[in-house]
Nanobody
Framework: QVQLVESGGGLVQAGGSLRLSCAASGRTFNNYDMGWFRQAPGKEREFVAAITWSGGSTLHADSVKGRFTIYRDNAKNTVYLQMGSLKPEDTAVYYC???????????????WGQGTQVTVSS
């Protein structure tokens, strides 16, 4: 198994920036594709971004494209989500996830972190 711990959430004004981090431990981090998801109150969890194990391919949801960037540092066993031009509708609990299949476009996520709260004030 791989254990995931998110950090970096907080309260930010609209238009501001935050960087989320997800530190992995356990099995070899660079065996896994990684993803970020979010869940707002009263809504279902939704996909935000994903990155293949090598970092060679990324995918971003249309709602965050051009504002958020996923990247990873395999030497530090960490994946990041750089968030900019934040909007109140970005308010959610953000979850990190690990899995595979990304190179084939068949993303799946088997391991999940506990989440970190991001609140964007207007």
């Amino acid at each position: 198994q791989v254990q995931l711990v998110e950090s970096g959430g907080g309260l930010v004004q609209a238009g501001g920036s935050l960087r989320l981090s997800c530190a992995a431990s356990g099995r070899t981090f660079n065996n896994y594709d990684m993803g970020w998801f979010r869940q707002a109150p009263g809504k279902e969890r939704e996909f935000v971004a994903a990155i293949t194990w090598s970092g060679g391919s990324t995918l971003h949801a249309d709602s965050v494209k051009g504002r958020f960037t996923i990247y990873r540092d395999n030497a530090k066993n960490t994946v990041y989500l750089q968030m900019g031009s934040l909007k109140p509708e970005d308010t959610a609990v953000y979850y990190c996830a690990a899995g595979g299949g990304g190179i084939r476009g068949e993303w799946r996520f088997d391991y999940w972190g506990q989440g970190t709260q991001v609140t964007v004030s207007s």
